[in-house]
């Protein structure tokens, strides 16, 4: 399949069977991850693997985060923490901030996104399902998962990537054609 074929078919995979993933597989995400793009090769990412007790920390971290945030919703509560439940393994992405520096942070949050756009794109390639989230239990903008991580204040979360093995083929989501967003100047 070509490049442009992978992309297209890249899903946001929410849904995951029980099957464990291969630690071989994550390291391969990984392996992938760190080919991408980056600014004056600073290499500014960081990833996180979270499994077994500390995926069972960050379910806990979790809850706590949705009870708070969505008091008088205890289904929609019920319902992320099962979804969380069934995900089998959590990479969280960070990219590093140059003090005095905001060009350069800024960058190093755009290579750190191609880090996190890589890894969703190999685990197409490797018959795995991923999801990039940020809100929920994607925990992003929580100190609970900073401080879980033990997440130096220098790294910013851009990412919690839900990884295994897809239990739903999601029709892809319309798009607008490219037109629609291109301004061709001569
Ligand atoms: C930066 C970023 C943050 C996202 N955050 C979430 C999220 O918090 N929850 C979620 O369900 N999906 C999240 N997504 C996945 C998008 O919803 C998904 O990519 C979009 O619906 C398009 O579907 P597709 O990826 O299958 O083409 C995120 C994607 C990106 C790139």
């Known amino acids: ?14 849904q995951f069977t029980s099957k464990p993933v291969e630690e071989s ?4 995400l990984l392996e992938a991850a760190v080919w991408s793009p980056n600014d004056r ?6 990833f996180y693997v979270i499994r077994g007790e500390a995926k069972r920390k960050y379910e806990a971290a979790a809850e706590q985060f949705l009870q708070e945030r969505f008091p ?25 901030l140059v003090e005095g520096d905001s060009d350069a942070s800024e960058d190093n949050v755009f290579a750190s996104c191609c880090a996190a756009y890589s890894i969703w794109l190999a685990a197409e390639e490797l018959g795995l ?10 925990l992003v ?17 851009v990412g919690t990537l839900c990884i295994g093995y ?11 054609h490219y037109e629609d967003k291109t301004t061709w100047l001569q």
Do not use: F
């Not at 597989?25 to 391969?28: A, N, P, Q, T, V």
């Not at 090769?41 to 960081?46: S, Y």
């Not at 897809?166 to 607008?176: G, Q």
């Open 1 to 14: 399949m070509s490049a442009i074929e992978w992309i297209k078919k890249r899903r946001a995979i929410r």
């Open 25 to 28: 597989k994550l390291r391969s």
């Open 41 to 46: 090769m600073r290499e500014p990412w960081h």
């Open 72 to 96: 008088t919703k205890p289904r929609l509560v019920e319902e992320s923490l099962k979804v969380l439940y069934n995900i089998p393994a959590l990479i969280v992405v960070t990219a590093d």
């Open 129 to 138: 399902g991923c999801v990039w989230r940020t809100r929920g239990i994607g």
């Open 141 to 157: 903008r929580d100190e609970r998962l900073r401080a879980l991580l033990q997440c130096p204040e220098n790294r910013k979360i």
């Open 166 to 176: 897809a239990n739903e083929a999601p029709e892809p989501p319309k798009r607008n």
